[in-house]
């Protein structure tokens, strides 16, 4: 069965620095998402990606986060500086958007540590 | 605005009893509804799902009925296992304007042996 991927599955870096997080959405899949956990909290909403562009972000997505689709498979979120807060579990997710009914599958997730 | 409540947790069980994770909504137009369930340390699994009122989801012995008139989705299970031992997040997804979805903030359910 076909699953979203991500790498790496844990990263770990210093205040300030960039990551990227990167994602393999399932192949035939149109929109693409990112959400955050932080460690013991609810899921949060990033931002959406369909066409090419943002579809919609939340307040939290703000200009030290970019996302970007590279090629036909991959896609990554940027965090050009990353604080101290942003630790969290990063999920992508993918899905279809037929006759405007959506299923969304999520992968494993990077877990980001930031010190 | 769009929002997803469900029962705090932890909930803990004795295994082979009855489960029930409440769940309501509150949402503009027609939202798909879904029960995604997080076992430790591992991401989110899609667990169940129902797009309009009075379907009703199931799998692995878990069902979830969406009732419009009550703004619900609760979560139900016959008889629960130690493997069921994870946290649940009831969600919606709404099908307009794009398709962001809303997680609840999960509730942990602990079946004991």
């Known amino acids: 069965e076909p699953e979203v991927t991500q790498t790496p599955s844990h990263q770990v870096t210093q205040m300030g620095q960039e990551v990227i997080l990167r994602c393999v959405p399932i192949s035939n899949h149109l929109y693409f998402y990112w959400y955050r956990q932080i460690l013991g909290q609810k899921v949060e909403f990033l931002v959406s990606f369909y066409n090419n562009e943002i579809s919609e972000k939340s307040e939290i997505f703000d200009d030290q986060f970019s996302v970007e689709r590279p090629d036909g498979s991959n896609f990554t979120l940027k965090i050009r500086s990353t604080k101290l807060e942003d630790s969290a579990m990063y999920f992508c997710a993918s899905g279809v958007g037929v006759a405007g009914v959506e299923t969304q599958y999520f992968g494993p997730g990077t877990r980001l540590l930031v010190l | 605005g769009n929002s997803v409540t469900q029962m705090e947790g932890p909930v803990t069980l004795s295994e082979e009893a009855f489960l029930t994770i409440n769940c309501t909504y509150t949402?503009?137009?027609?939202?798909?509804l879904f029960w995604y369930v997080q076992y430790p340390g591992e991401g989110l699994q899609l667990l169940l799902k129902a797009t309009k009122a009075d379907d009703k989801g199931s799998n692995k012995g878990f069902e979830a009925t969406y009732r419009k008139e009550t703004t619900s989705f609760h979560l139900e299970k016959g008889s629960v296992q130690v493997s069921d031992s994870a946290v649940y997040f009831c969600?919606?997804?709404?099908?307009?304007?794009?398709?962001?979805?809303?997680f609840g903030a999960g509730t942990r359910l602990f079946v004991k042996a």
């Open positions: 949402a503009t137009g027609y939202p798909s």
């Open positions: 969600a919606l997804t709404r099908n307009t304007g794009g398709f962001k979805t809303i």
